[in-house]
């Protein structure tokens, strides 16, 4: 569905003006580049919430066992999106966030002159 007064975009999507207007001057734009897209697996855009509501039957796990599911071993991205942040909550408010800090801890563990700079560093240990 269009919104008539942002036309051509305002598809009712998850993605934004401005991703939609970037893919439709890379890709459709007279003027644009006319690239072509490559559809990426979904384990390069992992959202684990939107994983467990396809697979209720993993929401009463363990991190533990969650982690020795075959599709999470897969995982190289982890998508945080809206308003609610990693780094502006604490460590146990939602599930995905154990993986979050877990990827954080190992980051920092592996270059500690990196200056962290999030509310609550102290989660980390």
């Known amino acids: ?27 459709v734009y007279k003027n644009g580049p006319k690239l072509k897209w490559k ?18 039957y993993l929401k009463n796990n ?20 809206g308003e609610h942040k990693p780094w502006n909550q604490t460590r146990g408010t939602y599930v995905d966030l154990e993986y979050w800090y877990d990827m954080v801890k190992k980051m920092y563990h592996n270059n ?5 700079d999030f509310k609550y560093k102290a989660d980390l240990c």
Do not use: A, R
Request: charged share 20%.
């Open 62 to 81: 363990t991190k533990h066992q969650l982690e020795n599911n075959s599709d999470l071993k897969k995982t190289f991205v982890m998508d945080f999106f």
């Open 112 to 116: 500690p002159s990196v200056k962290l």
């Open 39 to 56: 559809n990426l697996t979904s384990y390069y855009g992992f959202i684990l919430w939107h994983f467990l509501e396809k697979n209720p």
């Open 1 to 27: 569905m269009m919104n008539d007064e942002t036309e051509p975009f305002g598809f009712n999507c998850m993605s934004g003006y401005d991703e939609q207007s970037l893919s439709y001057y890379i890709s």
